[in-house]
């Protein structure tokens, strides 16, 4: 993206000051995100909406607004354009989205600090009492079924049915993995959980840090909508827990860190946050269903050329799935021990 549109999109901004230059991050696997400095000071975070994905990113904003008309404050600060609108609409059909860029906060990718891990469970559990007796009819659904594993499994199985044989027998393994590792599964979609207002993409890296480690907010609020806790929970886990990030290539480097765990249910522990039983004891699953979901996810962009997320090179959906299905096989082996943390 060049340098001359990226200051015509903000100069629609209600923004001040002169000499603007942008630095593009390349984590995140669907929109495309810049780093805004205004004369030298990293001053705003600057996002065009995947439209492939989110194919109605008002809605996205529709349910932020409600958020903070109930005065509740996530955090993130959205600039509104000349318009007067959180957003802008660029060329018709492009939505770009400004937000405040936190003075000196960082994110990890992955980390084995435990006081980080300790301030993640700080950070999630305050978001969830936020929002625990919020009246969630008036949300949007921004994705349908978007943590809903049995449609995500029926959509790996029908993509499953139109590969070749070579592809079937490069992922062979996985496959039968996959079909094994999802009845486990089932008890969740099968249990009346509560519904809550959920972040939906919990992950480390979108959970912002001061300087000196203290926990500050979630970013990332695209799909902030009704969900489980499961997904939060089993989210923020089991990118804390693994020392290593979902690209890794040598699976020997997915291990389960014990002590990150204990320190974040430390954290997990300090709100006021009503769980209830049911929730509390599918909390461990958690962290084995979510790096699963997004492991099928991924392996079924891969059989299917790679529409969905966007790839750096040819088999990343495919590295991402295998380390993705492996921390969850890891996750599963440690549920007796999550669920003692958890009770104790
Ligand atoms: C996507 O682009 P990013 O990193 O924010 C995805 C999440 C996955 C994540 C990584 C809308 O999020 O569900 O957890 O990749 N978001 C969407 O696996 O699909
Ligand atoms: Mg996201």
Same mark, same amino acid.
């Given at each position: 993206m060049d340098k001359h549109l990226l200051n015509k999109i903000l100069s629609n901004f209600e923004i001040t000051g002169n000499l603007k230059t942008f630095k593009k991050i390349s984590s995140?696997? /669907?929109n495309d995100t810049f780093k805004i400095y205004i004369d030298g000071y990293p001053r705003y975070i600057l996002q065009k909406i995947n439209s492939k994905v989110f194919l109605k990113p008002e809605d996205i904003f529709y349910n932020i607004d409600l958020i903070q008309k109930k005065s /509740? @404050? /996530? !955090?993130? %600060?959205?600039? &509104? #354009? =000349?318009? @007067?609108l959180p957003y802008l609409i660029a060329n018709n059909s492009e939505y770009w989205r400004l937000m405040n860029y936190e003075y000196d906060s960082k994110t990890y990718n992955s980390t084995t600090d435990p006081k980080i891990a300790l301030e993640c469970g700080k950070v999630l559990s305050n978001f969830h009492s936020s929002f625990q007796n919020i009246d969630l009819t008036e949300f949007k659904c921004i994705l349908n079924d978007f943590h809903n594993l049995p449609v995500r499994i029926r959509q790996f199985n029908e993509v499953c049915k139109n590969i070749n044989e070579? %592809?079937? !027998? &490069?992922c062979s393994d996985l496959i039968n993995t996959i079909n094994i590792i999802s009845k486990r599964f089932k008890i969740i979609y099968s249990s #009346?959980? =509560?519904l809550r207002l959920c972040h939906n993409d919990s992950k480390l890296n979108n959970i912002l840090f001061s300087k000196s480690k203290k926990g500050l907010y979630l970013i990332d609020i695209d799909t902030i909508m009704p969900g489980l806790i499961l997904y939060d929970f089993g989210d923020t886990v089991r990118t804390l827990v693994n020392p290593t990030s979902e690209e890794e290539r040598d699976?020997? =480097?997915i291990k389960f860190n014990k002590e990150m765990f204990d320190s974040f249910i430390s954290g997990f522990k300090t709100a006021l946050l009503n769980i209830e039983e049911n929730e509390r004891n599918l909390l461990p699953l958690s962290v084995a269903l979510m790096p699963f979901m997004h492991g099928v996810r991924a392996l079924t962009d891969h059989l299917n050329g790679n529409k969905y997320f966007k790839v750096d090179y040819p088999d990343q959906n495919l590295i991402r799935a295998k380390n993705l299905i492996k921390f969850s096989q890891v996750a599963l082996s440690n549920e007796e021990y999550m669920k003692k943390i958890i009770n104790s």
């Open positions: 995140g696997y /669907i /509740i @404050n /996530i !955090g993130v %600060t959205l600039v &509104n #354009s =000349k318009s @007067n070579e %592809t079937r !027998g &490069n #009346s959980l =509560k699976l020997s =480097k």
